[in-house]
Protein backbone atom coordinates (compact mmCIF):
# COMPACT_ATOMS: atom_id res chain seq x y z
CA UNK A 1 0.00 0.00 0.00
CA UNK A 2 1.03 3.62 -0.44
CA UNK A 3 2.66 5.73 1.70
CA UNK A 4 0.21 7.94 4.08
CA UNK A 5 0.82 11.21 5.01
CA UNK A 6 -0.62 11.95 8.77
CA UNK A 7 -1.89 15.61 7.99
CA UNK A 8 -2.14 17.82 11.67
CA UNK A 9 -1.09 21.35 12.03
CA UNK A 10 -0.63 21.57 15.51
CA UNK A 11 1.83 19.22 17.75
CA UNK A 12 0.47 18.46 21.40
CA UNK A 13 -0.03 15.83 23.71
CA UNK A 14 -3.70 17.19 25.16
CA UNK A 15 -5.44 17.82 21.99
CA UNK A 16 -8.69 15.17 21.21
CA UNK A 17 -7.45 15.19 17.64
CA UNK A 18 -3.76 15.23 18.71
CA UNK A 19 -4.32 11.88 21.33
CA UNK A 20 -6.22 10.38 18.66
CA UNK A 21 -3.27 10.85 16.05
CA UNK A 22 -0.53 9.32 18.48
CA UNK A 23 -2.60 6.43 18.98
CA UNK A 24 -3.56 5.62 15.38
CA UNK A 25 0.37 6.57 14.83
CA UNK A 26 1.35 4.07 17.42
CA UNK A 27 -0.28 1.27 15.53
CA UNK A 28 -0.19 1.92 12.48
CA UNK A 29 3.94 1.42 13.56
CA UNK A 30 2.61 -2.14 15.22
CA UNK A 31 1.20 -2.87 12.25
CA UNK A 32 4.26 -1.73 9.74
CA UNK A 33 2.29 0.26 7.94
CA UNK A 34 4.28 3.24 6.29
CA UNK A 35 3.55 6.92 6.99
CA UNK A 36 4.77 10.24 7.73
CA UNK A 37 3.53 13.10 9.93
CA UNK A 38 3.01 16.63 8.30
CA UNK A 39 2.87 19.27 10.95
CA UNK A 40 2.83 22.81 10.20
CA UNK A 41 6.55 24.31 9.91
CA UNK A 42 5.97 28.07 10.73
CA UNK A 43 6.05 29.64 13.60
CA UNK A 44 3.51 29.46 16.93
CA UNK A 45 3.75 33.33 17.85
CA UNK A 46 1.70 34.16 14.64
CA UNK A 47 -2.05 34.36 14.70
CA UNK A 48 -4.05 31.30 14.17
CA UNK A 49 -5.96 32.66 11.24
CA UNK A 50 -2.24 32.99 9.29
CA UNK A 51 -1.07 29.77 10.22
CA UNK A 52 -3.91 27.62 9.01
CA UNK A 53 -3.69 29.54 5.78
CA UNK A 54 -0.03 28.87 5.69
CA UNK A 55 -0.26 25.54 6.61
CA UNK A 56 -3.10 24.93 3.37
CA UNK A 57 -0.50 26.76 1.33
CA UNK A 58 1.99 24.57 2.96
CA UNK A 59 0.45 20.81 2.56
CA UNK A 60 -1.42 21.41 -1.06
CA UNK A 61 1.44 23.19 -3.30
CA UNK A 62 3.86 19.86 -2.45
CA UNK A 63 0.74 17.44 -2.48
CA UNK A 64 2.37 15.76 -5.81
CA UNK A 65 1.18 12.56 -6.14
CA UNK A 66 1.01 12.23 -2.03
CA UNK A 67 -1.94 10.34 -0.72
CA UNK A 68 -3.19 12.74 2.25
CA UNK A 69 -5.22 11.34 5.16
CA UNK A 70 -5.63 14.69 7.09
CA UNK A 71 -7.08 15.67 10.36
CA UNK A 72 -6.82 19.29 9.63
CA UNK A 73 -9.46 21.41 7.63
CA UNK A 74 -7.52 21.72 4.49
CA UNK A 75 -8.51 21.90 0.94
CA UNK A 76 -6.49 19.14 -1.00
CA UNK A 77 -7.69 15.79 1.34
CA UNK A 78 -8.05 12.66 -0.04
CA UNK A 79 -9.62 11.10 3.19
CA UNK A 80 -11.11 14.02 5.87
CA UNK A 81 -11.22 12.71 9.07
CA UNK A 82 -13.69 15.43 10.45
CA UNK A 83 -12.75 14.86 14.30
CA UNK A 84 -13.34 18.54 15.07
CA UNK A 85 -16.76 18.55 14.04
CA UNK A 86 -18.68 21.11 11.90
CA UNK A 87 -17.19 24.54 12.60
CA UNK A 88 -20.52 25.59 11.45
CA UNK A 89 -22.30 24.40 14.15
CA UNK A 90 -19.94 24.60 16.82
CA UNK A 91 -20.52 28.68 16.04
CA UNK A 92 -24.17 28.50 16.97
CA UNK A 93 -23.04 27.18 20.61
CA UNK A 94 -20.29 29.18 21.35
CA UNK A 95 -20.52 32.72 21.40
CA UNK A 96 -16.96 33.81 19.22
CA UNK A 97 -15.73 37.02 18.42
CA UNK A 98 -17.01 37.96 14.58
CA UNK A 99 -14.38 40.31 14.70
CA UNK A 100 -11.75 37.01 14.76
CA UNK A 101 -11.20 35.96 10.94
CA UNK A 102 -10.22 32.23 12.07
CA UNK A 103 -13.82 31.96 12.04
CA UNK A 104 -14.63 33.14 8.37
CA UNK A 105 -11.65 31.46 7.33
CA UNK A 106 -12.31 27.60 9.07
CA UNK A 107 -15.80 27.98 7.43
CA UNK A 108 -14.22 28.51 3.55
CA UNK A 109 -12.02 25.48 4.81
CA UNK A 110 -14.30 22.75 6.15
CA UNK A 111 -16.77 23.31 3.27
CA UNK A 112 -13.99 22.87 0.44
CA UNK A 113 -12.30 20.06 2.53
CA UNK A 114 -15.76 18.38 2.77
CA UNK A 115 -16.30 18.63 -0.85
CA UNK A 116 -12.90 17.95 -2.24
CA UNK A 117 -12.29 14.65 0.21
CA UNK A 118 -12.90 11.18 -2.01
CA UNK A 119 -14.13 9.63 1.38
CA UNK A 120 -15.09 11.61 4.58
CA UNK A 121 -14.83 9.50 8.23
CA UNK A 122 -17.04 10.75 10.94
CA UNK A 123 -16.35 9.96 14.20
CA UNK A 124 -19.82 9.70 15.19
CA UNK A 125 -23.58 9.63 13.59
CA UNK A 126 -24.24 12.91 15.18
CA UNK A 127 -21.27 14.42 13.04
CA UNK A 128 -22.20 12.43 10.18
CA UNK A 129 -25.60 13.95 10.18
CA UNK A 130 -24.60 17.40 10.46
CA UNK A 131 -22.08 17.33 7.66
CA UNK A 132 -24.81 15.90 5.65
CA UNK A 133 -27.99 18.88 6.72
CA UNK A 134 -25.18 21.49 6.92
CA UNK A 135 -23.30 20.71 3.67
CA UNK A 136 -25.48 18.65 1.58
CA UNK A 137 -22.76 16.02 1.46
CA UNK A 138 -23.68 12.50 -0.35
CA UNK A 139 -24.73 10.52 2.70
CA UNK A 140 -22.97 7.74 0.36
CA UNK A 141 -19.46 9.75 0.84
CA UNK A 142 -19.26 9.40 4.61
CA UNK A 143 -18.21 6.26 6.74
CA UNK A 144 -18.44 6.25 10.74
CA UNK A 145 -15.82 5.23 12.80
CA UNK A 146 -16.04 5.72 16.35
CA UNK A 147 -12.46 6.51 18.62
CA UNK A 148 -10.67 4.13 19.36
CA UNK A 149 -8.94 3.11 23.18
CA UNK A 150 -5.78 1.53 24.16
CA UNK A 151 -5.98 -1.92 26.79
CA UNK A 152 -4.32 -0.88 30.08
CA UNK A 153 -3.85 -2.78 33.05
CA UNK A 154 -5.93 -1.31 35.79
CA UNK A 155 -4.48 -1.18 39.39
CA UNK A 156 -6.98 0.96 41.84
CA UNK A 157 -4.85 0.50 45.05
CA UNK A 158 -1.05 1.90 43.45
CA UNK A 159 -3.25 4.58 42.05
CA UNK A 160 -5.33 5.45 44.82
CA UNK A 161 -2.06 4.93 46.85
CA UNK A 162 -0.10 7.05 44.97
CA UNK A 163 -3.13 9.90 44.44
CA UNK A 164 -3.61 9.80 48.44
CA UNK A 165 -0.34 11.50 49.06
CA UNK A 166 -1.31 14.71 47.12
CA UNK A 167 -5.15 15.12 47.75
CA UNK A 168 -7.09 13.87 50.93
CA UNK A 169 -8.56 10.98 49.99
CA UNK A 170 -10.44 8.46 51.80
CA UNK A 171 -11.46 5.07 50.38
CA UNK A 172 -15.38 5.93 51.74
CA UNK A 173 -15.70 8.94 49.49
CA UNK A 174 -17.19 8.39 45.97
CA UNK A 175 -15.01 9.91 43.68
CA UNK A 176 -16.47 11.83 40.30
CA UNK A 177 -14.98 12.85 37.88
CA UNK A 178 -14.07 15.43 34.70
CA UNK A 179 -11.26 15.90 32.15
CA UNK A 180 -11.16 18.19 29.74
CA UNK A 181 -9.77 21.84 28.53
CA UNK A 182 -11.93 24.46 27.42
CA UNK A 183 -14.57 24.65 30.36
CA UNK A 184 -17.29 26.53 28.97
CA UNK A 185 -17.87 24.37 25.92
CA UNK A 186 -17.30 21.08 27.92
CA UNK A 187 -19.92 22.07 30.74
CA UNK A 188 -17.82 22.60 33.79
CA UNK A 189 -20.13 25.26 35.32
CA UNK A 190 -22.87 22.63 35.02
CA UNK A 191 -20.66 19.63 36.41
CA UNK A 192 -20.02 22.32 39.95
CA UNK A 193 -24.00 22.88 39.72
CA UNK A 194 -25.09 18.77 39.50
CA UNK A 195 -22.10 18.54 42.35
CA UNK A 196 -23.76 21.01 44.38
CA UNK A 197 -27.25 19.17 44.00
CA UNK A 198 -26.24 15.91 45.33
CA UNK A 199 -27.68 14.44 47.68
CA UNK A 200 -24.45 12.69 49.10
CA UNK A 201 -22.71 14.73 51.10
CA UNK A 202 -19.60 12.92 50.84
CA UNK A 203 -18.11 12.85 47.77
CA UNK A 204 -14.90 13.97 46.23
CA UNK A 205 -14.78 15.91 42.96
CA UNK A 206 -11.97 16.25 40.84
CA UNK A 207 -11.77 19.18 37.87
CA UNK A 208 -8.72 17.85 35.40
CA UNK A 209 -7.81 20.38 32.78
CA UNK A 210 -6.29 23.42 31.04
CA UNK A 211 -8.46 26.64 31.68
CA UNK A 212 -7.32 30.06 31.33
CA UNK A 213 -10.37 31.28 33.25
CA UNK A 214 -9.99 28.85 36.24
CA UNK A 215 -10.68 31.73 38.50
CA UNK A 216 -13.91 31.97 37.39
CA UNK A 217 -14.89 28.14 38.05
CA UNK A 218 -13.13 28.16 41.85
CA UNK A 219 -15.61 30.55 42.47
CA UNK A 220 -18.54 29.41 41.69
CA UNK A 221 -17.66 26.25 43.39
CA UNK A 222 -17.65 28.72 46.53
CA UNK A 223 -20.40 30.23 45.70
CA UNK A 224 -21.75 27.22 45.35
CA UNK A 225 -20.34 26.08 48.77
CA UNK A 226 -18.72 23.01 46.81
CA UNK A 227 -14.89 24.16 47.00
CA UNK A 228 -13.94 21.82 50.32
CA UNK A 229 -15.13 18.68 47.98
CA UNK A 230 -13.80 19.92 44.44
CA UNK A 231 -10.27 19.86 43.53
CA UNK A 232 -8.94 22.03 40.22
CA UNK A 233 -6.06 19.89 39.29
CA UNK A 234 -4.96 21.74 36.20
CA UNK A 235 -3.84 19.53 33.10
CA UNK A 236 -2.00 16.74 34.29
CA UNK A 237 0.43 13.50 32.84
CA UNK A 238 -1.12 10.70 34.76
CA UNK A 239 -4.58 11.26 34.42
CA UNK A 240 -5.11 7.36 34.00
CA UNK A 241 -4.69 7.28 37.74
CA UNK A 242 -7.83 9.84 38.30
CA UNK A 243 -9.91 7.71 35.88
CA UNK A 244 -8.32 4.57 37.82
CA UNK A 245 -9.77 5.81 41.36
CA UNK A 246 -13.04 7.40 40.12
CA UNK A 247 -15.96 5.89 40.07
CA UNK A 248 -18.35 8.22 38.16
CA UNK A 249 -17.52 10.58 34.98
CA UNK A 250 -19.13 13.59 34.01
CA UNK A 251 -19.34 15.32 30.70
CA UNK A 252 -22.34 17.51 30.67
CA UNK A 253 -20.89 19.16 27.41
CA UNK A 254 -22.37 21.64 25.31
CA UNK A 255 -20.55 20.34 21.96
CA UNK A 256 -18.14 17.14 21.29
CA UNK A 257 -17.72 15.97 18.21
CA UNK A 258 -16.94 12.31 20.37
CA UNK A 259 -14.92 12.68 23.36
CA UNK A 260 -11.92 10.52 23.72
CA UNK A 261 -12.21 10.94 27.45
CA UNK A 262 -15.48 9.12 26.98
CA UNK A 263 -13.94 5.68 26.11
CA UNK A 264 -10.70 6.32 28.61
CA UNK A 265 -13.12 6.72 31.54
CA UNK A 266 -15.24 3.85 30.28
CA UNK A 267 -12.05 1.77 29.57
CA UNK A 268 -10.52 2.38 33.06
CA UNK A 269 -13.62 1.43 35.02
CA UNK A 270 -16.15 4.04 35.39
CA UNK A 271 -19.81 4.80 35.15
CA UNK A 272 -20.03 7.73 32.79
CA UNK A 273 -23.19 10.67 31.91
CA UNK A 274 -22.97 12.96 29.38
CA UNK A 275 -25.00 14.81 26.91
CA UNK A 276 -26.89 14.34 23.57
CA UNK A 277 -24.22 16.75 22.12
CA UNK A 278 -21.52 15.00 22.58
CA UNK A 279 -21.08 12.10 20.11
CA UNK A 280 -19.88 9.29 22.13
CA UNK A 281 -23.66 9.05 23.92
CA UNK A 282 -24.03 6.78 21.00
CA UNK A 283 -22.22 3.93 22.91
CA UNK A 284 -23.90 4.65 26.24
CA UNK A 285 -27.11 2.87 27.69
CA UNK A 286 -30.39 5.59 27.01
CA UNK A 287 -30.40 6.31 31.32
CA UNK A 288 -27.03 7.72 31.21
CA UNK A 289 -27.59 10.40 28.51
CA UNK A 290 -28.67 13.81 29.41
CA UNK A 291 -30.47 15.67 27.00
CA UNK A 292 -28.23 18.67 27.42
CA UNK A 293 -25.84 20.13 29.61
CA UNK A 294 -28.65 21.37 32.12
CA UNK A 295 -30.73 18.49 32.34
CA UNK A 296 -30.42 17.89 36.17
CA UNK A 297 -32.23 15.06 36.22
CA UNK A 298 -28.60 13.41 35.87
CA UNK A 299 -29.17 14.45 39.94
CA UNK A 300 -31.06 11.72 40.97
CA UNK A 301 -29.80 9.01 39.13
CA UNK A 302 -26.24 9.87 40.29
CA UNK A 303 -27.46 9.67 43.66
CA UNK A 304 -29.04 6.49 43.13
CA UNK A 305 -26.24 4.63 42.09
CA UNK A 306 -24.17 5.80 45.02
CA UNK A 307 -26.70 4.37 46.89
CA UNK A 308 -26.52 1.53 45.10
CA UNK A 309 -23.04 -0.13 44.98
CA UNK A 310 -23.88 -3.54 42.44
CA UNK A 311 -25.65 -1.40 40.13
CA UNK A 312 -22.63 0.88 40.09
CA UNK A 313 -20.25 -1.67 39.91
CA UNK A 314 -22.35 -3.59 37.11
CA UNK A 315 -22.33 -0.51 34.96
CA UNK A 316 -18.34 0.02 35.40
CA UNK A 317 -18.19 -3.73 34.41
CA UNK A 318 -20.45 -2.83 31.25
CA UNK A 319 -18.59 -0.10 30.05
CA UNK A 320 -15.26 -1.86 30.54
CA UNK A 321 -16.26 -4.42 28.12
CA UNK A 322 -17.66 -2.14 25.59
CA UNK A 323 -14.40 -0.23 25.61
CA UNK A 324 -12.27 -3.27 24.78
CA UNK A 325 -14.85 -3.67 21.96
CA UNK A 326 -13.63 0.16 20.87
CA UNK A 327 -10.28 -0.54 20.11
CA UNK A 328 -7.54 1.98 18.44
CA UNK A 329 -6.56 -1.48 16.64
CA UNK A 330 -10.19 -1.61 15.31
CA UNK A 331 -10.61 1.86 15.03
CA UNK A 332 -6.92 1.86 12.42
CA UNK A 333 -8.41 -1.28 10.37
CA UNK A 334 -11.70 0.15 9.44
CA UNK A 335 -9.65 3.43 8.43
CA UNK A 336 -7.26 1.35 6.49
CA UNK A 337 -10.43 -0.39 5.07
CA UNK A 338 -11.81 3.45 3.76
CA UNK A 339 -8.18 4.86 2.54
CA UNK A 340 -8.09 1.65 0.32
CA UNK A 341 -11.59 2.20 -0.79
CA UNK A 342 -9.73 6.05 -1.87
Known sequence: MRKIYLIRE????????????????????????????????????????????LFNLQVCLTKKDKFYFSLERII??????????????FLTVENKSKLNPLHPIYLFLEKRCFNNAKRIIANSNMIKDQIISTYGID????????????????NHESSFKKLSKEFDLDKNNPILLYVGSGFKRKGV????????????????????????????YQQLSKNLEIDKKVIF????????????????????????????????????NNA??????????????????????????VVSKIDQLLKNTQELDNIKRENQS???????????QKTIEIINKA
Open 139 to 154: AQKIDVIYNGVESKII
Open 10 to 53: KTSKFGGAEVYLSRLVKALDDNGIEHHIINSIFPKFLPSWLRII
Open 189 to 216: KEFLEIISRLENKNIKAFVIGKENNLKY
Open 76 to 89: CPDVYRAGDGVHKV
Open 322 to 332: KAVKLSIELNM
Open 233 to 268: TGPRDDVDDFYTISDIFLFPTHYEPFGNVILEAMSL
Open 272 to 297: VFTTEQCGAHEVLNKEYIMVHSKDFS
